[in-house]
């Protein structure tokens, strides 16, 4: 079989060089197609995985803006990116305790990789819950909504720009002999300001605009919320964030197309924007920790030792720290949380709201 490199070279070849998004959405949609890869045996861990707390307080958020919206008789409960499905396994145990909850909610799971969902069958098959799959956001039945995307942008692909004194000039990826290499579109690009100082990086995150753009008026039409868990920041910022994870430690993202996972960091001032300009009322953004912390973590995670061995307290603590440390590379920090919702629901659990000008 072909390697999935020779196909990424070829189509540079016959093409010329392409754009980092384009880079990207080649290199994912192979990456994601042909594997499961979180856990220890994957190559990233995400916060499902870690402790079940994660999922369990994310439902009983969800339960918390369902009231708002007047406890509609049926509601879409939708994942983006769901994983092996282990924050929506946790989530939906956590809201039994509203049985009028399950009878409201069908579940719908964005995911367009075999191998997830197959994961994602074996993790709610026994729910209880009506499953439904889709290939994109747009596939979900119209009805009010409830939609959680925990590291689902972090992998939608950007555009990157550079610095130079000819002004904004897109950065390519190209072939040097049989090597992958970035380099530069000759001419500048038009309407994208001025550029600070040569050098600077600006992504641009087309496809998570356009995904947030069709959520928020989703949400506007039919009514409900969304919440956003990612690493990333608030913007404008400049800088190179693309990376790529294989077997928990850091590659050349040219290096292996198609067999590492890559991301950047998610710019949500640009999520916020995106979600005001599509009609609905944004909420954040919070650091994870605070998040977490404000829902009742603590209280959660002293509830599960209560009943536990001490090896499994000791997994709880380290669990509980790993979710809400601090620090640059903490998760707890480097991770944050917007919530978007339909304009009628003013406050949301834990979340300011944000004003249009923000």
């Known amino acids: 079989m072909k390697a999935f490199a020779d196909t990424v070279s070829e189509i540079i070849a016959h093409d010329g060089p392409i754009t980092v998004e384009r880079y990207m959405s080649l290199c994912l949609r192979h990456y994601y197609a ?18 079940q707390m994660f999922g369990e307080l994310i439902g009983l958020w969800m339960l918390e803006i369902w009231h708002a919206m007047g406890r509609p008789s049926h509601c879409r409960l939708v994942e983006l990116g769901p994983g ?9 145990r956590a809201t039994r305790v509203l049985p009028d909850f399950k009878a409201a909610a069908t579940v719908h799971l964005v995911e367009t990789s075999p191998a997830l969902r197959q994961k994602q069958q074996a993790a709610l098959g026994s729910s209880g819950f009506s499953l439904h799959w889709h290939d994109r956001l747009e596939d979900v039945p ?8 925990n590291e689902f942008f972090d992998a939608l692909p950007v555009r990157q720009f550079l610095a130079t004194e000819l002004g904004w000039c897109e950065r390519l990826v190209g072939l040097d002999g049989e090597r992958l290499i970035f380099g530069l579109r000759p001419e500048a690009e038009p309407g994208l300001g001025e550029t600070p100082r040569v050098g600077d990086v600006l992504e641009w995150p087309a496809t998570s605009i356009d995904v947030m753009g069709e959520l928020a008026r989703r949400l506007e039409r039919d009514g409900g919320a969304a919440l956003i868990l990612d690493y990333g920041y608030w913007g404008p910022a400049y800088g190179d964030t693309l990376q790529a994870l294989k077997q928990h430690a850091f590659v050349d993202p040219l290096a292996e197309p198609g067999e590492a996972d890559l991301t950047t960091h998610v710019d949500f001032h640009r999520l916020a924007q995106a979600a005001i300009a599509g009609g609905a009322r944004a909420h954040g953004i919070a650091m994870q920790g605070d998040f977490l912390q404000a829902l009742g973590i603590e209280a959660r995670a002293a509830a599960l030792k209560a009943r536990a061995t001490p090896t499994q307290a ?3 603590d380290r669990a509980l720290a790993r979710l809400t440390e601090r620090g640059p590379t903490g998760m707890g920090e480097l991770f944050k949380v917007l919530a978007v919702t339909d304009r009628g629901i003013e406050n949301v659990p834990a979340l300011p709201a944000l004003s249009p000008s923000s």
Request: charged share 20%; hydrophobic share 40%.
């Open 34 to 51: 042909t594997r499961d890869p979180l856990g220890s045996s994957g190559d990233f861990t995400t916060a499902p995985e870690i402790s």
């Open 84 to 92: 092996r499905g282990s924050l929506m396994a946790d989530l939906l």
């Open 142 to 149: 119209e009805g009010p909504v409830l939609l959680v995307a």
């Open 314 to 316: 000791t997994d709880i």
